[in-house]
């Protein structure tokens, strides 16, 4: 274990190695084409290594790897106590490789790396632990037929599973998908994204390290619209597990009917609102939250608290608690324990938040940030930004800017926020803060959410469902409702001489 230190980061950082290839069938190769895209770390603009880009061979190549292997059930047979051993292995490599894995998803997309070797390394680590420990605890069901009849209604993997990730989380976002899909017993090809392939390439070595069998995990770095598309598209992939963006959500459940009708699981985007009410009586513990909530990970949270509902009575001493923190949360090199926010993921995405955010300051209340800037005079940097006194139907109210901007929106009445925290195409999470009981049951009732955390933002656990509800899309990754997703329910009825 390291001291944590810049200096020993940084070291670290230059002796690492990267998996670059494709990993197909239990080996590192090439795609067919020969071609590969860079890997660039948004922190400095350099290049960490050309990646294998994948395109439909090599997802068909991954596809009937996993297909058999599926049929011969080298995996999906295997005695449950064994598949539970092996990812058991899993998780304790995660933890034994956990300051690599941290910075293999520093470098490629430009999180804080203490935030990498704290939250998400492990939580990659507890989650694939989580399902490994469920496989010999989940009973089937016997349905109550009566003598003569042994109806046995049963959950069986479905088979291979496609599973398409984001790059803001890409350790965890595979690992959610991966560690369900996995402990149910199916074959998984999993297409990272294209601005952060490197942990899921890391991890699929460690997989079959932990002795998961040829072909049960494979992953096809490369772009969506070849390698997301040709998977989505794949007669012979049972279930497509997607987390992104609403739109692309949209694609896949298109994909599906224009194949094979196979299953489609989005998690997709979010606008989520926090209810901040006058009598929160901790208003210093909802302000350090309020800004966790929108500036943890750049912003770049499909859960972040984007939209600031605060009761006009302390509206304005509240936006002060808020400046100070945003002010105190300055973007750093990544690779400092000392910074408080790292990089943008790359140059578009990091265009795209300061188009919101120049349009905002002709249409709202600038009152801290506003400014793209550089660390070491590179990077794709953001400052923590607040607007204030948002109007309810302006963009930056509305869409889903994917960074670290706020905007602020003051409300009279318990009525009207719970309108307009309601009033979006999203539905992903809430929070409310309140110390009337009453409010916190009656406002979350209302919430139209997959998660409302009620004096906290983003409550997540491998024990509870996350996923949304309207366009924020109807998949649920984690708990054990995630295993409904990878399995079918079969029913097997027998007659006997009662
Ligand atoms: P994105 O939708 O652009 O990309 C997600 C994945 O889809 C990537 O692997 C990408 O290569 C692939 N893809 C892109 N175009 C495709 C196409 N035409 N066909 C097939 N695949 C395609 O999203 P992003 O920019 O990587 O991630 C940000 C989005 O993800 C945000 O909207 C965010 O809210 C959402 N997100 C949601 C959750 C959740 O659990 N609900 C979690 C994290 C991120
Ligand atoms: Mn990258």
Redesign the pocket.
Known sequence: MLDNTHADWKSLAAGLSFRDQAFIDGKFIDAVSGKTFDSINPATGAVLTPVAECDEEDVNRAVSAGRVAFEDGRWSRMAPGDRKAVMLNLADLIRENLEEMALLDSLDMGKLVTDAATIDAPGSAHFFQWYAEAIDKVYDEVAPTGPGDLALVSRVPLGVVGA??????PLD?AT?KAAAALAAGNSVVL?????SPLSALRLAELAAEAGVPDGVFNVVP????T???A??LHMDVDCLA????????K??MQ?SGQSNLKQVWP????KSPNLVFADCEDLDAAADMAAFGIFFNQG????ANSRLYVERSIKDAFVEKLIARAQAMQPGDPLDPASKMGAI?DEK?TQGIMRFVDEGKNTANLVTGGERVTVDGKGCFVQPTIFDDVPHDNPLARD?I?GPVLSVIPFDTEEQAVTMANDSIYG?AASVWTDNLSRACRVSDKLMAGTVSVNTVDALSAMTP???MKQ??F?R?LSLHSLEKYTALKTTWIKYKA
């Open positions: 398409v990730t984001p790059w803001n989380f976002m959610w297409k990272p994204a294209e601005q490369g772009f969506g619209v390698a997301g598309r998977l989505g997607f987390t992104g963006s609403t739109a692309i959500g694609m896949f994909y998690e997709t985007g979010g770049e949270v499909c859960s993921v995405q889903e994917f992903l996350f996923g949304g924020s899309g998949g990754d």
